[in-house]
C-alpha cells in the first residue's frame, strides 16, 4: 500500500511540473512581440489534395538530409584550406626572415668590399674571394626568389579554392534558408500548408485559413505567429 501511495505522489508532482512547463510557454507566446513582416494579400489557388503524402514527406526529408550533409562537406573542406593557408603563411614569414638576414649579410659584404678596393694593390686576392661569396650569396638570394614566387603562387591558388568553396558554401545557405517545398505540403499535425520562395518565411495554412509567419531558426517546438488570431503558436511536427 506505501508503494502504491508513493507512485500516486510522483504521479501527481510530474503532472504538477507539466502544467507548470506548459503555462510558462505560454506565458512566453502571450508576451511575445508579433513580426513586423505582413503576410501577402491573396490566398494561394487550391487543387484535390492527394492523401498519399508519406511518400512526398520521405522524399522530402532525404533531400533535406542529403543537403545538410553537403553542407558539413563544404564546412570541412574550408577547414581545411585554412589550416593549409596558415601553413603557408607560417613558411613565407620564415623565407622573408631568412632573405633579409641574407640582404643583411649582402650590405654587409659590399661594404667590406668598397673598403678593400682603396687597398686593390694589395688585397687583390682578398677582393676576388668576396666577390666569389658574393655571387654565392646572390644565387642563393635568386634561388629564394624563386622559391618565393612559386609559394606566392600556391597562395594564390589555394585562396581560389577557399573562394570558390565559400561561394559554394553561400549558395548552400541560401538553399537552407529557403522553403524545401514549395507550394502545397501536408503535415500529419498542421494539414495542408503552402509555401513559396517569393513569401517565405511566411506559409498559408489551410487548416486555420490563414496566414502565418514562421520564425527562423526555431524548431522543437517551431514558432509561428498566427495573423488571424494575432498570437504565436508552438508547433510540433513530429
Known sequence: MKILSTHKILFSVSIIFLSLISSLVWANLQNKDAPIDTPPGFVPDTFDLPNDYGELLKNTL?????????KENLLDAIKSQEAEFKEINNSKSVLEDKISKIVGVIEQEQATAQTLTADIHTLNSQVVDKKSRLLDLISIEDG?????ENLQAKIDSTNSEITTAQ??????DLITRTPHTP??????????????????PMIYSE?????????????????????????????DFE
Open 62 to 70: 532525404e533531400k533535406l538530409k542529403d543537403a545538410n550533409q553537403s
Open 144 to 148: 629564394l626568389i624563386s622559391s618565393i
Open 167 to 172: 561561394n559554394n558554401n553561400d549558395q548552400l
Open 183 to 200: 507550394g502545397w505540403h501536408f503535415t500529419p499535425s498542421q494539414g495542408w500548408l503552402w509555401s513559396s520562395p517569393e513569401n517565405y
Open 207 to 235: 487548416q486555420l485559413q490563414g496566414w502565418v509567419y514562421y520564425e527562423r531558426g526555431s524548431q522543437a517546438p517551431w514558432l509561428f505567429y498566427d495573423y488571424t488570431s494575432q498570437s504565436w503558436q508552438a508547433w
